[in-house]
């Protein structure tokens, strides 16, 4: 039984920066492609980055910066410049075996 657990959130200013990690128990992450996607107030989940299990990343917008620390088995999330329009609550997710596995999300609030 797999589990993400992410964490990192919290309360910045406008311009502010955070890192989020997304810690995995009973699933290898560097064997998976691994997504972020965030979820503000009012509004519907979105894809906002994806490290694939060969390393290539993408992302939905030039200020997040993805990443692995294998040892770790975890896969962070850098978030710069941030604005107001980027609160929300931010989930990793995996799948494995054609399973999708999903953290509880981390709250993210950025101050005007």
């Known amino acids: 039984q797999g589990q993400l657990v992410e964490s990192g959130g919290g309360l910045v200013h406008t311009g502010g920066s955070l890192v989020l990690s997304c810690a995995a128990s009973?699933?290898?992450?560097?064997?998976?492609?691994v997504m972020w996607h965030r979820q503000a107030p009012g509004k519907q989940r979105e894809w906002v980055a994806t490290?694939?299990?060969?390393g290539a990343t993408n992302y939905a917008d030039s200020r997040f910066h993805v990443w692995r620390d294998n040892a770790e088995n975890t896969v962070y999330l850098r978030m710069t410049n941030l604005q107001p329009q980027d609160t929300g609550v931010y989930y990793c997710?995996?799948?494995?075996?054609?399973?999708?596995?999903w953290g509880q999300g981390t709250q993210v609030t950025v101050s005007s």
């Open positions: 997710n995996t799948i494995r075996r054609g399973r999708a596995f």
């Open positions: 490290v694939a299990s060969g």
């Open positions: 009973g699933i290898t992450l560097s064997t998976n492609g």
